[in-house]
């Protein structure tokens, strides 16, 4: 895929993403949305018609660069097991004889019968985690800045283009995006919060059925219970309580992890990405957020996107005992870190009183999503991502 080619596409989904979650923004005051000289009301029905709109055809312009035999090969499998489900006429046969996530497979079994093109099945995944990322910002209640548009690009846009491949990985932060919302939601109602909880556990059980890398998520639902009914010095305690039980037990159960995930083993002998860079980064953001910490958190929404920014830190425990595919769990964490730096932005305004760390916060800040968008681009040869390809629709 030409690097031209590829802004072009992330400058279109970065406007998608908040024209869905902030309709406002090309909606009239007098809640009338104009359209090729067309008139619509404004209405529940008719609020999300950019997503619709744009949805259908971002995704299916993406497919028709994407070359499905390059790469890590993971795309073509999923093709795969798309054609072999018409030869099972029980879900359950089709599901014994594959050991890929359930979820995934049931629904992958289900399309199968329905329609002989894999590109539909591919349209509703991705409109699925196109509708996540987009939800995920509106209930974040984020204003739109110019920080934020360029986070969006270089640390949100790449969940889409790299889920062209690492399809089950995708769906897995998608669902856990839904759940990262549903938190986000303040209920008064003891019986809407009772449905909340439901609604948050079932996204979080969704996430793990595509992907077992959503086993994340009740990390950060955890901590984010703790950071609720405690205060910071306490959520500080037993952050770094469990990241050093984690250290420790990642050590242990390495060595015994065929006992209890066999399919896993293979990616021991894969060679570890640098999460480091990831994890040095992170501790700048956080340590930038502590020094204002009482202007970031005057936001409460902002607590929970902390939350997530800590959580990534057992990342490194996790990376300890599967190697490589543990770093996949950073996709869940980058629409938050994204926000994050949005906040931090703002916070760290020039003024007269204070010129010098204000100006060298923000160059670090531009820094830290440039780097991370850099690190995509140059690793698209390992999701054959750099090919011309136009035979690809089925």
């Known amino acids: 895929m030409d690097l031209f080619i590829l802004f072009a596409f992330g400058i279109c989904f970065v406007i998608v993403v908040l024209s869905a979650s902030k309709p406002e923004l090309i909606i009239s005051k007098n809640d009338k949305w ?25 995704f299916i312009c993406l497919a028709a660069f994407q070359n499905i035999y390059g790469g ?8 795969s097991f798309f054609d072999d489900s018409k030869n099972y006429s029980s879900l359950k046969d089709f599901l014994n004889n594959n050991d890929k996530e359930f979820l995934y497979m049931t629904i992958t079994w289900i399309f199968g019968h329905i329609t002989n093109s894999f590109s539909i099945l591919l349209l509703f995944f991705f409109s699925f985690i196109f509708y996540s990322i987009a939800f995920f910002f509106k209930i974040s209640n984020i204003k739109p800045s110019a920080m934020l548009y360029l986070a969006v690009f270089c640390l949100v846009f790449t969940i889409i283009v790299q889920s062209y491949c690492l399809l089950r990985t995708g769906l897995s932060v998608a669902a856990g995006l839904m759940a990262f919302s549903e938190v986000q939601i303040k209920k008064l109602n003891r019986t809407k919060v009772f449905w909340q909880i439901i609604k948050t556990l079932f996204w979080t059980v969704v996430a793990v059925g595509f992907h077992s890398l959503g086993l994340f998520v009740f990390s950060v639902l955890m901590m984010n219970w703790i950071y609720e009914k405690s205060n910071i010095k306490t959520f500080m305690f ?18 015994m992890i ?68 543990m770093f996949r769990m950073i996709y869940f964490t980058r629409p938050s870190t994204a926000i994050i730096i949005a906040e931090l932005w703002k916070i760290y305004a020039p003024k007269k009183s204070e010129i010098i760390a204000p100006v060298l916060i923000r160059i670090l800040l531009i820094i830290y999503v440039v780097y991370n968008f850099y690190g995509f681009v140059i690793a698209m040869p390992r999701y054959g991502l750099n090919f011309y390809d136009f035979g690809y629709v089925y």
Do not use: W
């Open 238 to 255: 037993f952050f770094v309580l469990f990241f050093l039980l984690g250290y420790i037990g990642a050590k242990v159960i390495r060595g």
């Open 34 to 58: 104009y359209l090729n000289g067309g008139c619509f009301s404004v209405n529940s029905k008719t609020r999300y018609f950019p997503l619709l709109l744009f949805v259908f055809t971002i």
């Open 72 to 79: 890590i090969y993971d795309l073509p499998n999923y093709k």
């Open 258 to 325: 065929s006992s209890f995930y066999e399919r896993f083993v293979y990616y021991q002998g894969l060679e570890a990405n640098p999460a480091y860079k990831t994890y040095i980064a992170n501790i700048f953001l956080v340590a930038t957020i502590f020094y204002k910490k009482r202007h970031f958190f005057q936001k409460k929404g902002n607590a929970f996107h902390f939350v997530v920014l800590m959580s990534s830190f057992f990342i490194y425990d996790l990376e300890l005992l599967m190697t490589s595919i």
